[in-house]
């Protein structure tokens, strides 16, 4: 089993920062790709970034430039650092990890952009 708890979530003025954090304990093994997704109100489940155990990403459109995802494989660790920050990026982040067929998320973290 793996479970993933995320942290850093929080209140930011437009233009502000923030860092998510997402731990992940159990069989830490079997993780390979890592990714943060978010939701907003009304809006469906999005892919934001993603990070292979080799340090590969990926980045969705409107966050490229803004959003830098890494890990820390020691710790068992994935970060997001979001920079510039948009009304637009309110939402629920979640993070993510899939062990063979199985999909793990977390339990969220609600990152609130005032404008």
């Given at each position: 089993?793996?479970?993933?708890?995320?942290?850093?979530?929080?209140?930011?003025?437009?233009?502000?920062?923030?860092?998510?954090?997402?731990?992940?304990?159990?069989?830490?093994?079997?993780?390979?790709?890592?990714?943060?997704?978010?939701?907003?109100?009304?809006?469906?489940?999005?892919?934001?970034?993603?990070?292979?155990?080799?340090?590969?990403?990926?980045?969705?459109?409107?966050?490229?430039?803004?959003?830098?995802?890494?890990?820390?494989?020691?710790?068992?660790?994935?970060?997001?650092?979001?920079?510039?920050?948009k009304?637009?990026?309110?939402?629920?982040y979640?993070?993510?990890?899939?062990?063979?067929?199985?999909?793990?998320?977390?339990?969220?973290?609600?990152?609130?952009?005032?404008?």
């Open positions: 089993q793996v479970q993933l708890v995320e942290s850093g979530g929080g209140l930011v003025q437009a233009g502000g920062s923030l860092r998510l954090s997402c731990a992940a304990s159990g069989s830490t093994f079997r993780i390979n790709t890592m990714g943060w997704y978010r939701q907003a109100p009304g809006k469906q489940r999005e892919l934001v970034a993603a990070i292979t155990s080799g340090g590969t990403t990926n980045y969705a459109d409107s966050v490229k430039g803004r959003f830098t995802i890494s890990r820390d494989n020691a710790k068992n660790t994935v970060y997001l650092q979001m920079n510039s920050l009304s637009e990026d309110t939402a629920v979640y993070c993510n990890t899939v062990i063979g067929i199985a999909i793990k998320w977390g339990q969220g973290t609600q990152v609130t952009v005032s404008s």
